[in-house]
């Protein structure tokens, strides 16, 4: 991929840790010993990665007073490290608009501790649509969007907080759990992207999934590819 495509941002998500494969850390013990010790589980399964961004957890909902603590540790764990980490990577429609305004903090501690020279560490969400048949791009705020939700409430109490990239790590029609047309798939992708466009701290998507689940979009990869390239020379 580097040799193919070095502007291309490398996202690593994986759920090996020691205590087996799990999604979520413990939030019922003390957040920043936990942060040192679910961080500290990792990194034997992160070395030798050379990705540009770590996902460190996956549709976890603890009380975002515990969050708070937990990511502003696990980001200066992840500074002396030199490695940047996507946080929260939150199921889609969650959480509540208030709760996610409850993180501020995380967003003024990764403002003021780039993760490298010009990068900050940045956000993970997911996003459906939710609804049988539905294509997650035309969807509404309080799902396929509901990040413009998240973030308005945030800019207005820190505007800097706009500079930190966001990125959608799942992203799809449903649930993403059923299939879909390679025709839908590729109609949901060109409209996602071009309705994101006014979102400029979202800075990609990732297309679930391939394989992985009911929804598999490997037969429309060629299809994907092909959109793709004529979206972007302007076809």
């Not at 030199?82 to 403002?111: D, H, K, M, N, R």
Request: negative net charge.
């Amino acid at each position: 991929m580097r040799r193919i495509s070095p502007e291309t941002v490398l996202i690593y998500r994986s759920l090996m840790t020691p205590d087996g494969m799990l999604d979520c850390p413990n939030a019922y013990a003390d957040p920043v010993a936990e942060a040192q010790r679910w961080m500290n589980n990792q990194w034997q399964y992160w070395s030798g990665v050379t990705a540009d961004y770590f996902e460190i957890m996956n549709e976890c909902h603890p009380p975002m007073e515990w969050m708070v603590p937990f990511a502003i540790e696990a980001m200066r764990l992840a500074n002396e490290r030199g490695i940047c980490l996507l946080l929260f990577s939150f199921a889609g429609g969650t959480p509540e608009i208030a709760e996610f305004a409850q993180l501020t903090p995380v967003f003024e501690y990764a403002l003021n501790n780039p993760c490298r020279s010009g990068r900050y560490h940045g956000i993970a969400l997911h996003s459906y649509s939710g609804s049988p048949g539905e294509l997650v791009s035309e969807s509404n705020d309080w799902l396929g969007y509901r990040h413009r939700r998240f973030l308005a409430e945030i800019v207005r109490q820190l505007p800097a907080a706009a500079e930190i990239p966001v990125y959608l790590t799942e992203a799809g029609p449903g649930n993403g759990y059923i299939q879909f047309s390679c025709q839908d798939i590729v109609r949901d992708i060109l409209q996602y992207t071009d309705r994101l466009q006014p979102d400029t701290y979202i800075k990609g998507f990732h297309l679930w999934t391939l394989g992985f689940s009911a929804l598999d979009l490997t037969p429309c990869l060629g299809p994907i590819g092909d959109a793709l390239v004529a979206y972007y020379a302007g076809r």
